[in-house]
């Protein structure tokens, strides 16, 4: 069995799941749970109560699987802590996935699907995936961009449609720049921590050092960080913590 979790959005998912001999994944229980319950108090209590249900300890797990993003730059932090603590505390091997693949895998197969995430008032994060059966592939690296230029991707490209937590908030902005309505889908309104199961691989080995170098996919800087009114912080310049494949 291993824990799977997502807190890139205001709605915490997270997921035991059990592997079969044969690879396949079965979920014991699903718990989802939206705002305004706050994660960094909700989490901890949340992970022993399902453990506990299902007469399972964390020590005696494969592992933690934990959404990378993007997505809300306190719930992925919160998130990979959690996660990071809880593999220390009990030699756990921790293995992260992107949060807006596991939006794809809940999508159309054959398809473009331009998975979105809101990253700040009019930004939007933007994930392109094709999905074929029970895995997904990139289209092409993960990015921010506002919803006009969302509607003018998808102008482009006519057989995209869109989906994700995003839409939430921004279907009516969308489709008031050109986007059908039958191109936004309704579902899913959050990454699944069962989909980032199922595309998650744990390392052979994991060092304590590769553990605490995993950092959320954060696609573009915080707002503290783009701030020129304050000095950067010691450490990597926020550029360097930005994925560009």
Do not use: W
């Amino acid at each position: 069995m291993f824990l799977s979790l997502d807190t890139s959005t205001l709605t915490l998912s997270l997921a035991l799941v059990e592997r079969a001999p044969d690879g396949a994944l079965r979920t014991l229980e699903h718990v989802v749970v939206g705002p305004p319950r706050k994660q960094s108090e909700l989490l901890p209590g949340i992970v022993g109560e399902l453990l506990e249900r299902h007469g399972a300890t964390l020590p005696a797990l494969e592992g933690l699987v934990v959404g990378l993003g993007p997505g809300s730059f306190t719930g992925l932090r919160i998130g990979l802590a959690t996660a990071k603590s809880l593999a220390y505390a009990t030699k756990l091997k921790v293995a992260g996935a992107s949060s807006l693949a596991a939006v794809a895998l809940e999508g159309p197969e054959g398809v473009p699907l331009y998975c979105l995430a809101v990253a700040r008032k009019d930004d939007l994060y933007l994930g392109a995936y094709v999905r074929q059966g029970g895995t997904v592939e990139p289209l092409e690296p993960e990015t921010a961009m506002s919803p006009a230029e969302v509607a003018a991707r998808m102008a482009a490209e006519p057989r995209a449609v869109a989906l994700g937590p995003a839409l939430v908030d921004y279907r009516a902005a969308l489709e008031s720049q050109g986007v059908a309505p039958h191109r936004l889908l309704a579902a899913p309104t959050f990454p699944s921590a069962v989909a980032l199961a199922q595309l998650a691989r744990f390392p052979e080995e994991q060092s304590l050092e590769a553990l605490f170098a995993m950092e959320p996919h954060y696609v573009r800087a915080s707002e503290p960080e783009r701030n020129p009114k304050f000095p950067p912080l010691p450490g990597p310049a926020p550029t360097a913590r930005l994925k560009e494949d």
